[in-house]
């Protein structure tokens, strides 16, 4: 039988994460990744995620990314439209599969992702 999960806000904010190394794919800055697992019995990948400024390009996104903005400010360009966005702390991003674009971090940002 499975346990549900429960964060609390003041938990998330302040986890401690693991240090994951550089985003792969960067080919900008230096962005340094830090994350924290959640829910392990829940299908997905859930946790914490947080990096340090960089950007990066997507290609073909192979899976649905739902992600709620804690702190921090970073761009993501669409491809398809060329339209760039400045996204914040508050904000929700869902990247669809098949999205081309890309990250630009400009201030560490931390996240709670759920990708499926």
Known sequence: ??????????????????AAGQRAGADSGDPQLAVKKLAPDAVGNLGIWECQPGGWPVINRPDTEFTYIISGRANLTDDSTGEVVEITGGDLVILPPGWTGRWDILEPVRKVYAIY
């Open 1 to 18: 039988m499975g346990r549900f999960t429960i964060v609390k806000a003041a938990d998330i904010a302040s986890a401690q994460l693991s």
